[in-house]
């Protein structure tokens, strides 16, 4: 069973930057479509980005293009979420996901992460 587990979530200042890793255990990441979502108070959980399992595709919720870059680096089974000109709408919790098939939808994703914060001040 895939454990993943991201990190690099902060307290940041509108206009920021920030890097999100989500390193994964206990079997190869290649076989997955990784994925990053996000959850703000009070709402639902969101697509954020996606990328396909070798790295060939990605999309991005309208939200985020321009701003997001998803990448992943198979042989040391981690996904990246590079985060630019962030936005206090930003603010949310970031959760990495890893389905078989490339998804934006978050019932088709297998494996979870716990998540990480990532608070966005104005």
């Known amino acids: 069973q895939v454990q993943l587990e991201e990190s690099g979530g902060g307290l940041v200042q509108a206009g920021d930057s920030l890097r999100l890793s989500c390193v994964a255990s206990?079997?190869?990441?290649?076989?997955?479509?990784m994925g990053w979502f996000r959850q703000a108070p009070g709402k639902e959980r969101e697509f954020v980005a996606v990328?396909?399992?070798?790295?060939?595709?990605?999309y991005y919720a309208d939200s985020v293009k321009d701003r997001f870059t998803i990448s992943r680096d198979n042989a040391e089974n981690t996904v990246y979420l590079q985060m630019y000109s962030l936005k206090p709408e930003d603010t949310a919790v970031y959760y990495c996901?890893?389905?078989?098939?490339?998804?934006?939808?978050?019932?088709?994703?297998?494996?979870w992460g716990q998540g990480t914060q990532v608070t966005v001040s104005s």
């Open positions: 996901a890893a389905a078989l098939p490339l998804s934006r939808l978050a019932k088709l994703y297998d494996y």
């Open positions: 206990g079997g190869p990441l290649s076989r997955y479509a």
């Open positions: 990328i396909s399992w070798n790295g060939a595709s990605t």
